[in-house]
């Protein structure tokens, strides 16, 4: 009896000693939470498109291109069911950084910016991006730092500028004269255009005026007018190279009426809607380089990946072309916008 006494106080004493000498229950070091990527909802990663709120304040409704951008942010947020919050600036920043800040106000889920000119945004876009706001720029560019925005998705305006200038050097091989009608000044469409055009033009190409038509019909027709009355059509200049196809349509109005025929001049634009591929069977158009207006699909596509925590990339381009004279008749009725 004493020695199974002895001998279970002896092995109480004996886990004791063990127990003491045994290292300490490992307890893992408290962890920094980790990070959630910037964007990120709630709902991640199960966010689906009724858990959305887009914000898009619109530029304008200066184009058929804007009108079809409109339409296609319109019809996606309808077919996928997310709430989209419209406005329209009517080509003014005030009015777009307004909608901004009543958007961020809200608390929208992801604002899709098109910005109406490059500089100005850096203010508002802190002001998002405090708020923890994802921004998306769509169509044109900004200048602002980019760790302000998510991505940019839109055309590559420079390569457009490059590409009408292909057509003038492979017209012109000995060298001609021409104008440019530009787009909105200080537009990321428009600078980038300019650029791209000016970069790759044969030197024996001189661009004798520039002036903007602000991206309208109506703005480009008395300037078109004012070119007519300084420099003689066919002598003083042989071609000219249009910003979009809705100031083409303003400037061939004001080329028809002072006499001036289809295939006198050598016309390029941009944009590629069904007025310019009109523009192109009537003989005024000889090339019209495309610029895609139907970006609500991937943008959407894009603020979904970025609401569920998914890493988007900083800089998408769109594909596009340049169309031509000879197929315009069959390819217009096929044309969306
Ligand atoms: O930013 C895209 C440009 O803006 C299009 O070329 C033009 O038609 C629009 O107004």
């Not at 909802?41 to 009724?50: D, E, M, Q, R, T």
């Not at 887009?54 to 200066?62: H, I, K, R, T």
């Not at 706001?133 to 169509?139: A, K, L, M, R």
């Not at 890493?311 to 009725?333: H, I, Q, R, W």
Request: glycine share 8%; net charge negative; charged share 20%.
């Amino acid at each position: 009896m004493f020695r199974f006494k002895t001998l279970a106080f002896l092995i109480v004493v004996a886990s004791m000693v063990l127990a003491a000498c045994a290292p300490a229950a490992t307890q893992a070091p408290a962890q920094p939470a980790a990070e959630k990527p910037f964007g990120q909802a709630s709902c991640a990663p199960n966010c689906g498109y009724k858990d959305m709120t887009m914000c898009f304040p619109q530029l304008g409704a200066e184009s058929d291109w804007r009108t079809a951008d409109t339409a296609s942010f319109k019809s996606e947020a309808e077919k996928d069911g997310f709430k989209l919050v419209f406005s329209d600036a009517q080509q003014k920043q005030e009015n777009q950084i307004s909608a901004v800040r009543a958007c961020i106000q809200q608390g929208v889920s992801v604002i899709a910016l098109p910005p109406v000119v490059e500089d100005g945004w850096d203010a508002v876009l802190t002001e998002a991006k405090n708020a923890g706001i994802p921004v998306i720029i769509v169509d044109r560019s900004v200048s602002a730092d980019p760790s302000l925005y998510m991505s940019h998705i839109g055309s590559d305006m420079v390569l457009e500028g490059q590409r009408a200038a292909a057509e003038f050097n492979k017209k012109f091989p000995s060298g001609a004269k021409i104008l440019e009608l530009s787009g909105t000044t200080g537009s990321g469409a428009a600078v980038g255009r300019a650029k791209g055009f000016r970069q790759d033009l044969n030197s024996n190409i001189t661009i004798v005026d520039s002036q903007t038509g602000n991206f309208t019909r109506a703005e480009a027709l008395p300037v078109m007018q004012a070119f007519l009355q300084k420099y003689k059509a066919g002598t003083d200049f042989q071609g000219i190279f249009i910003h979009n196809d809705d100031m083409g349509i303003g400037a061939i109005e004001a080329l028809k009426a002072a006499g001036v025929k289809p295939g006198d001049l050598f016309i390029v634009s941009v944009d590629g809607t069904r007025g310019g591929f009109q523009a192109m069977v009537d003989g005024w158009f000889q090339a019209d380089v495309e610029c895609n207006p139907l970006l609500g699909p991937q943008v959407a596509e894009m603020a979904l990946k970025i609401m569920n925590g998914q890493s988007v990339d900083k800089n998408v381009l769109t594909n596009e072309t340049v169309y031509y004279p000879d197929n315009a008749a069959e390819l217009l009725p096929t044309r969306q916008y």
